[in-house]
């Protein structure tokens, strides 16, 4: 069984659209994060969440947005797709107290 | 704030040498300190991990020790194989905050 899954796992699009991905954990897990990760490999925190706090990293534009339906799910939405979101999206998850955070396989978004 | 540096890649190395790579760290408070391992187009795995100072972590060879003195999480290998290849994230999470920082990755090229 799949850990920590995303979908889809490829996505691309033009600009101006607005998509989503989607994660979800079957790891009972109560803290998620939305990373994104660009071409040179950099590993950029964009939120982490569970069912109390919202952290935001400052510099995400306000397009981006994370929806969490229940606790296994935290799903990202983008706004109005630039040409720089292009990147691999990574979501995460891990247990408050032990903080060894599991990944998914990872969405590579295209926007054209 | 906490920030973690990477030795810059690329690295290559011939099948059996010893690998280091280079980690460094400042955080407030006291952070768990992790490598991560990302294979070709994969997401991020847990490689190794230690929780307080001079704990070693290892696991497949490869080992960490956490010096406070130095601030260093440096990543060993005695001898490393083809399949080593990956790109390695050192990592550090402050568990009073729960707030993870990640490294800028090394990439690994290991030749036969």
């Known amino acids: 069984d799949t850990a920590v899954s995303q979908t889809p796992k490829y996505l691309v699009t033009q600009m101006g659209n607005d998509k989503s991905i989607k994660c979800e954990q079957n790891?009972?897990?109560?803290?998620m994060y939305w990373y994104k990760q660009d071409s040179k490999k950099f590993l950029k925190i964009m939120f982490s969440?569970?069912?109390?706090?919202?952290?935001i990293n400052e510099t995400v534009p306000n397009r981006f947005s994370p929806k969490s339906p229940d606790k296994a799910h935290l799903n990202l939405h983008i706004n109005s797709l630039e040409l720089g979101d292009s990147a691999v999206y990574f979501c995460?998850?891990?247990?408050?107290?032990?903080?060894?955070?599991?990944f998914g396989p990872g969405t590579r978004l295209t926007v054209l | 704030g906490n920030s973690v540096t990477q030795m810059e890649g690329p690295v290559t190395l011939s099948e059996e040498a010893f690998l280091t790579i280079n980690c460094t760290y400042t955080?407030?408070?006291?952070?768990?300190l992790f490598w991560y391992v990302q294979y070709p187009g994969e997401g991020l795995q847990l490689l190794l991990k230690?929780?307080?100072?001079?704990d070693k972590g290892s696991n497949k060879g490869f080992e960490a020790t956490y010096r406070k003195e130095t601030t260093s999480f440096h990543l060993e290998k005695g001898s490393v194989q083809v399949s080593d290849s990956a790109v390695y994230f050192c990592?550090?999470?402050?568990?009073?905050?729960?707030?993870?920082?990640f490294g800028d990755g090394t990439t690994l090229t290991v030749k036969p």
């Open positions: 790891l009972g897990h109560d803290t």
């Open positions: 990592a550090l999470i402050n568990t009073n905050a729960g707030k993870s920082t």
């Open positions: 230690a929780t307080k100072a001079d």
């Open positions: 969440y569970n069912n109390k706090e919202l952290i």
């Open positions: 995460a998850s891990s247990h408050l107290d032990s903080h060894e955070q599991f």
């Open positions: 955080a407030t408070g006291y952070p768990s």
